[in-house]
């Protein structure tokens, strides 16, 4: 049974806006299974009193001071826009989507 | 929609309603919640922006400590738990107003969790409980243009501003709060009101809610008695106290219609309209984005000294709750008095006031009758107006000190009001003191009897109330800076009369 099935790859690629071909829809899920299958692999080792990890380091708290730095400049930070007007990122409109939050 | 709405009471009558809130605060913190870029609010578009919080590779957050802190005395205010461990999440979406397509948050270990809050509603406690209290990031502002009205709705593109992105901002969730009746859009009021109180009492946000610092989403479900709950919507873009109580309101009104006609609610997003007090359907929740969450790799998990989550509990302000009745009592007021004070905003002002020396009713005196006056007729807060606490006990000062009488300090207090400068400034320069030298108000009290002999005769045959003539006379020839009380003294012993 695959780790990932056709339907799941077209809901994924809807999500991150990609447009993918049925062609390449059975190709993706093919390539996803098999690198899915590889990490269930670790699953299996994983013994009930082996926590999950979420980080390779095993740190908290690292926190910093609340102190302003200096900031890029509106030139510099809309330098790698594709586009922009009035001082701002210029993007197409987005229809259909909740903001976060 | 054509259907008539039907009568509240009727509402209220056949359905019962369930409400939550979920309340987004933005800390008032110097600095982002993962980069060092400054916070304030305005500002020219993509002034306040950096590699962190535009999102570009190879760039790493860095939380902020100061909101950290902030988040978790809000918990503990809100009678929370505090995690002693926990991680942020990334929430994936596609949307300009996270450039990283991602917003850090948190999903299921929030840094507070179940709490509650005790506010009044008609004299009763109501206790709201509180799900969790978790931090997150703000987005960006989105600028809809090419359309004809500017809304995103047949607009071509969108402009970006990133100024506000990565502002630390926390996320306050009711339980679902049923049982309230008729009383839910006030409870629903209350409780925002109060929430606000609490964290303007903590100094962690400034919680302006035309500024958006502080903002609401309502959820909103009627059942039949004794039935599961309904199935909910969640109206957004409630911006202000008195739209909290008229979203839910109209969110009841609106479902009981539905649900009257035969219908039934569909889970969705609704929008508040100002304007119109009503709300229109937004995105439908059945087609909600996936998000995806999964714990955030650049970030480490937070692990709150308990020792130092102790100090900050024991070091919490009075309620905002307790502290009013324990002002009411010092102040010695009915509960009807407190609560204009209340509504006039003038609580903290009062206080203030009160310790820059001033008694508590000449405090209240200023404040809720000349000062509130002006503020209503300018259209500003009262807190806005232009005098401060500090000037208004140095103006009661004078008063006290008989420098000022209560006509020539209410244009003193214009002067202030006006920006002419402190109290003492303004009576010295526009000459405003009361006429304490005796000889010359001797003089003008000579000068008056000498001017209404007739007068003076009646007071020295002992009709001691026509006096008040005279004493108008002197007031007049003083400009009014001359104490009456002193001036009828004056009079009357010139006269040898017995007051």
């Known amino acids: 049974m695959a780790a990932i099935s056709r339907e799941e790859v077209a809901h994924l690629a809807r999500l991150s806006r990609l447009a993918v071909t049925e062609e390449e829809l059975d190709t993706f899920a093919g390539q996803l299974d098999v690198i899915l299958q590889a990490v269930a692999q670790v699953g299996e080792v994983a013994a009930a009193d082996i926590p999950p990890t979420s980080h390779s380091v095993p740190l908290t708290n690292v926190f910093r001071e609340d102190v302003v730095t200096p900031c890029l400049t509106p030139e510099e930070a809309l330098s790698g826009a594709p586009d922009a007007e009035e001082q701002r990122f210029r993007v197409p409109r987005i229809l259909d989507e909740d903001v976060a939050s | 929609m054509t259907t008539t709405l039907p009568a509240y009471d009727e509402v209220v009558a056949r359905y019962e309603p369930v409400i939550g809130l979920e309340t987004h605060v933005e ?3 110097n600095t982002k919640m993962w980069c060092g870029c400054p916070t304030d609010f305005g500002g020219e578009p993509n002034t306040r922006v950096c590699p962190v919080c535009l999102g570009l590779p190879g760039s790493l957050p860095v939380a902020n400590s100061a909101a950290i802190e902030a988040t978790i005395r809000i918990g503990l205010a809100l009678n929370c738990s505090i995690a002693q461990w926990c991680r942020f999440a990334r929430k994936n979406y596609f949307y300009p107003d996270m450039p990283k397509n991602f917003q850090i948050s948190q999903y299921d270990e929030p840094l507070c969790f179940d709490g509650y809050l005790d506010v009044e509603v008609d004299g009763e406690l109501v206790r709201i409980g509180i799900e969790r209290v978790h931090l997150e990031e703000d987005t960006g502002k989105t600028l809809h243009v090419g359309g004809a009205t500017g809304r995103i709705h047949g607009a071509t593109e969108s402009l970006v501003d990133y100024n506000r992105a990565g502002i630390p901002l926390v996320e306050i969730v009711t339980k679902p709060i049923p049982g309230t009746g008729a009383l839910a859009p006030e409870v629903a009021r209350a409780y925002v009101t109060e929430l606000r109180d609490v964290i303007r009492s903590l100094g962690v946000s400034d919680v302006r809610m035309e500024e958006g610092s502080l903002r609401c989403d309502v959820n909103t479900s009627l059942n039949l008695p004794g039935e599961e709950w309904g199935t909910r919507t969640e109206t957004k873009n409630v911006n202000s106290l008195r739209s909290v109580e008229r979203a839910v309101r109209s969110e009841m009104l609106r479902q009981a219609s539905v649900l009257e006609a035969g219908g039934r609610i569909t889970q969705e997003t609704r929008h508040f309209h ?20 999964f714990p955030e790799p650049d970030l480490v998990p937070i692990a709150p000294d308990p020792a130092w989550v102790a100090e900050l509990k024991a070091a919490l302000p009075e309620l905002p709750r307790l502290h009013r009745r324990r002002l009411q009592q010092a102040w010695g007021l009915s509960d009807a008095d407190m609560q204009s004070v209340l509504n006039a905003g003038a609580v903290e002002l009062i206080e203030q006031t009160v310790a820059a020396g001033a008694s508590p009713a000449a405090a209240r005196k200023w404040w809720l009758g000349e000062l509130s006056r002006r503020a209503n007729e300018t259209g500003v807060e009262l807190a806005d107006i232009g005098a401060t606490p500090a000037q208004v006990a140095e103006l009661q000062g004078l008063v006290d000190a ?36 005796t000889g010359a108000l001797t003089a003008a ?55």
């Open chain 2, 402 to 437: 008989g420098k000022l009488n209560d006509k020539l300090a209410r244009t003193v207090l214009e002067g202030v009001v006006a920006g002419e400068g402190s109290p003492t400034e303004i009576m010295t320069n526009r000459n405003l003191e009361v006429v304490s030298d």
């Open chain 2, 445 to 499: 009290v000579d000068e008056a009897i000498a001017a209404n002999p007739a007068i003076a005769d009646k007071v020295r045959s002992g009709k001691v109330a026509a006096a008040g003539a005279l004493v108008g006379a002197v007031m007049k020839t003083t400009r009014g800076q001359a104490d009456a009380q002193t001036v009828r003294t004056l009079i009357l012993d010139r006269l040898n009369a017995q007051s």
């Open chain 2, 27 to 29: 800390l008032g913190t």
């Open chain 2, 274 to 293: 100002e304007d119109t007090g009503d709300t229109t359907p937004g995105r439908s929740k059945e087609t909600a984005t996936d998000y995806r969450y």
